[in-house]
């Protein structure tokens, strides 16, 4: 697998892709036909519409995460005992979406299922739930205590949700502080910009003869298409005109093209962060940031949990400063119910407690950042975590979707983004030649 094969769930699972071609739907429709519940989902009140029976698929995320999904589905079934009972079921990544497009094809959709972008393809197929009446019955509802204006990319119609968010995921730069203090380096900060990075990373990077035994930076995420753009971003431009359902990609801007080259450069002409055929062989050694071959990376939060095993002591921070401004991705973590699932009242109710109730014991157990404002900044979720944790979301509210919304664009990351990013980052190509052929493949594509 090469660098900018990578997914962000491939990541997070260490699995690939999945495809999403051929789903079988009516017409897209997404109107608000549906009557406005009056009361909360799962309150005793309720009416239960389908089984009281609730099967929650997720891929698997790893033993940790996977064991607190568990202890959730416990918690949930002890406070809604009598109610609901709610059983857990994990797949590999690209299964997953295989498993979700055959239930659909068969007309036995799963109950509710964990988001990633390949469900806007079944948006699209008319196959989802509008769920924004049962959210306007919850505290999902209250802009006072979530980000709400952060949940519009999932407002596909314009104006209703079709996904309930629970967790909020983002990047930051990661460092490992031993290093900085036998370097005797201040750490990174917020107010870094990519050229103290580079300073830094030269002054980081140990060889011994020709054997590099401590790289300063990785390029981390910064090597695949969502980690990339926001280089585009901070210099006032981005790969596509907007995120959903874009109109044109705009790859040979000139902005885009200055972020490419730096990330070429920092393998290549610098030399500060492994090149690709290097990273490759560090990984096969178990050379990594976790086991302090490398100084500096960039990465996203869902890598803070697996980072807690480190024998070094390390921190966090926001992403540096491009063209002296930030502007950070972000994602939403949350649950899809289809328009046909065997448990409607059990779904609606396991999304809306997962996104409202649970959001304390989310912060506490540290496996996804909670939406809940409250619960983000609370005691038990700074408890534990890197002092820089504050930072790396302190401008949370002018981040930008770090996905893109179209049916096929699943297609266009594997066959575009990942294809030709490789022949950057493998120097076989300028940056200039890169982009003008994404923006000729992926437009033909659109």
């Known amino acids: 697998m090469t660098i900018s094969e990578i997914s962000r769930r491939a990541v997070l699972g260490g699995l690939g892709i999945g495809a999403t071609a051929g789903l079988v739907g009516c017409s897209n429709d997404n109107g ?20 009281k029976e609730l099967t929650v698929y997720c891929w698997s995320n790893g033993p940790t995460i996977d064991d607190n999904f568990k202890k959730r589905v ?43 972008v390949q469900a806007y393809a079944h948006y699209k ?25 952060l949940f519009d990319p999932w407002r596909f119609d314009g104006k209703n949700l079709y996904a309930v968010p629970e967790n909020i995921q983002s990047m930051s730069l990661f460092y490992n ?54 280089l585009s971003w901070a210099a006032g ?43 490759n062989a560090l990984n096969q050694a178990g050379a990594n940031f976790s086991s302090g071959a490398i100084s500096m990376m960039c990465d996203g939060t869902w890598a803070i949990s697996g980072y807690q095993q480190m024998k070094a002591k390390w921190d966090m921070t926001a992403i540096p400063l491009w063209k002296g401004k930030r502007v950070a991705p972000y994602w939403l973590g949350g649950w899809v119910i289809p328009k046909k699932t065997a448990a409607k009242t059990a779904a609606e109710t396991f999304a809306t407690w997962s996104a409202t109730t649970f959001q304390p014991q989310m912060a506490k157990n540290h496996d996804w950042i909670p939406i809940s404002n409250e619960a983000r900044s609370s005691k038990d979720m700074l408890a534990g975590m890197p002092a820089g944790f504050a930072s790396a979301f302190k401008d949370i509210e002018n981040a930008k979707i770090g996905d893109i ?42």
């Open 74 to 116: 416990a918690l949930f079934n002890e406070q809604y005992k009598g109610r609901f009972t709610a059983k857990m079921n994990f797949l590999p990544y690209d299964q997953y979406w295989q498993k979700a497009q055959l239930q659909y094809a068969a007309g036995k959709p799963f109950d509710i299922y964990y988001w990633d």
């Open 237 to 279: 431009s981005s790969w596509v005109d907007k995120a959903l359902e874009p109109t044109k990609f705009q790859m040979t801007d000139p902005a885009t093209i200055e972020a490419m080259k730096f990330t070429q450069d920092l393998m290549w002409d610098k030399h500060i962060a492994p090149r690709p055929e290097e990273r």
């Open 177 to 230: 502080k031993d290093h900085f203090d036998a370097a005797g380096l201040k750490y990174p900060d917020e107010t870094w910009s990519w050229d103290d990075v580079v300073t830094a990373a030269g002054k980081l990077k140990k060889t011994s003869g020709s054997k590099v035994t401590q790289w300063g930076l990785d390029i981390g995420t910064l090597g695949v298409w969502w980690g990339l753009q926001s």
């Open 405 to 446: 919304y179209t049916a096929n664009m699943q297609e266009i990351f594997n066959q575009v983004f990942g294809v030709n990013l490789d022949d950057l980052y493998f120097n076989r190509k300028t940056p200039e030649q890169v982009a003008q052929k994404i923006q000729e493949m992926a437009t033909a594509k659109l």
């Open 125 to 149: 197929k008319n196959l989802v739930e509008n769920v924004q009446p049962v959210i306007n019955t919850t505290a999902l509802a209250d802009t006072t205590k979530f980000p709400s204006a």
């Open 32 to 51: 608000s036909s549906q009557s406005t519940p009056t009361v909360s989902p799962g309150s005793s009140d309720q009416p239960i519409e389908g089984a």
